[in-house]
């Protein structure tokens, strides 16, 4: 699975349920769950979409990722990802979302 929910983290808002092309996304009670995590292709849109930072992508090896975890926030127009590797080892990187799919 590519992604990990943090509950406890998670309000329950349901933004990641309504962006998830495969419909993967649940609400159960107050908290966001994957059913069928084996459909998930990874590609983020619920990791963007989360408010509350609940959401992760795990980066596993088969990506370079080295089993790391990647969550972002947008602020002002920036996507900040922010990546947490296995030995705790932080790093952000700030991407301009009004350009980043521009051609
Ligand atoms: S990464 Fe994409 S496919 Fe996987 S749960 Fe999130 S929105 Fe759905
Ligand atoms: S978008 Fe984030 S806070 Fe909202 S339901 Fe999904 S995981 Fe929880």
């Known amino acids: 699975?590519?992604?990990?929910?943090?509950?406890?983290?998670?309000?329950?808002c349901g933004k990641c349920a309504a962006v998830?092309?495969?419909s993967l996304i649940k609400l159960a009670g107050d908290a966001a769950v994957i059913e069928r995590?084996?459909?998930?292709?990874?590609c983020a849109s619920?990791?963007?979409?989360c408010p509350a930072g609940a959401m992760a992508l795990y980066l596993?090896?088969?990506i370079?990722?080295?089993g790391g975890r990647m969550t972002v926030k947008c602020?002002?127009?920036?996507?900040?990802w922010r990546?947490?590797?296995?030995?705790?080892?932080?790093?952000t990187i700030a991407i301009d979302s009004r350009v980043s799919n521009r051609y």
């Open 83 to 91: 990546i947490t590797m296995p030995d705790g080892t932080p790093k």
């Open 60 to 62: 596993g090896e088969d």
């Open 46 to 49: 619920c990791v963007k979409e």
């Open 37 to 42: 995590p084996e459909r998930c292709w990874g």
């Open 75 to 80: 602020e002002g127009g920036l996507l900040h």
């Open 64 to 66: 370079g990722g080295l």
């Open 1 to 12: 699975m590519s992604i990990e929910i943090t509950r406890g983290v998670c309000t329950g």
């Open 20 to 22: 998830c092309p495969g």
